[in-house]
């Protein structure tokens, strides 16, 4: 069994330990010590990050009462060595870790569910709730995480005796047994875990839900605290600085600026498409009156767009048009004929493009993969008039 110092203190960031074993595996070394304050992967939060006698330490994990740290180099058996804990590393999990139980306490106690899932990782915390959440309240389940903070309310470390812990209302997502660490943050949570928390909410500095959706019949959370909190707003920030910039508008105001622009924005894209349509119609009138078959191929074209256009073209020449415009891997493509089933045309394409569709006779749909210039030979072979 490997003596868990971090549970003593979890600011502590230095410790000595004896090396009872050092084993070689693919990629790292797996080392034991007597005791240890490096924190093992566990209950959603990562792992502790650190030295061991100068030898980087990248990974900690727990098994069968030992604490096996992954190291990048061996270290001799029965030497005693210095550990040290890369602590911005722990105190940005502490500060996340205690966030989350805030967090989650006065959700479940509001919302009558459970804290299902949890996980902490490089970018953030998710946490899953067997209940939905209405994003209409996570304004108010952030203000009241933060009082937490403002109030600096103590969070507490105690392992209550069984006859105590069976009248105690406390968070756990499985059956304990044995001694049970319960971490308490006052009136707003109270938990068993494993994890390393701070001492005071106030250590935490910020708790902002950055992201919501539905998961599995409930709820799931985005969530950022401490550092990682304070990072986004700065960059949430700067973002709004640089808008408000180029728009020339006060940052609060940058969001109705943008709706304007977006209206205006819809504005031009009607009138654009106007004149569009306009051209084309004169493009078709002007055909030559021997055309039977059409190939058009434009820009930026909805599926809704080509129909409208092939319908268009066939209504002048009374024969079979194809609309095409550029996709990902090809182009999307319209046809509708009038003489011919227009499935036994795609069929035609098909023997020498990639070309998937389908549809009804008068009318397909689909995409055809290759080159522009053997697709527009091919068809002008075929008898199409290519509408430039």
Known sequence: MTEKLFYLNGYSTEFKGTVLSCEKSKESYHIVLNQTLFYPEGGGQPADKGTLGGVAV??????????????????????????????????DLMQNHSGEHILSGIICKKYHCDNIGFHMGREGITIDFNAKIPEEDLG??????????????PIDITYPEKEELEELDYRSKIE?????????????????????????????????????????????LELLCGKRGLAYYQKIHQAAKEVGRALSVQEEKIS???????????????????WKWQVFMHRIEKLPQDVEDILIIEDELSGKDM??????????????AIVMTP??????????????????IVEILKKTFDCKGGGKDGAVQGKLTGDRGEIISFLQEAGYYFAE
């Open 58 to 91: 990248f990974d900690v994990h727990e098994k069968n009462g030992e604490i096996i740290h992954y190291a990048e180099a061996p270290l001799a058996v029965g030497i005693e060595v210095e550990g040290k804990i890369d602590w911005a590393h722990r105190f």
């Open 140 to 153: 108010w389940l952030e203000e009241r995480a933060n009082q937490a903070i403002w109030k600096n309310t």
């Open 327 to 344: 996709s990902e891997d090809g182009f999307a493509f319209v046809l509708v004929s009038r003489k011919m089933d227009a499935r036994k």
């Open 176 to 220: 304990l047994t044995g001694e049970v660490r319960i971490v308490k943050a006052g009136e707003y949570d109270c938990c068993a875990c494993c994890g390393t928390h701070v001492k005071l909410a106030g250590e935490i500095g910020i708790i902002k839900i950055v992201g919501v959706q539905n998961y599995k019949g409930g709820t799931r």
């Open 307 to 320: 129909t409208a256009l092939a319908d268009l073209a066939v209504e002048k020449i009374d024969g079979r």
């Open 256 to 274: 109705l600026s943008v709706q304007k622009l977006l209206l205006e924005k819809d504005g031009y894209i009607q009138e654009l498409k106007k």
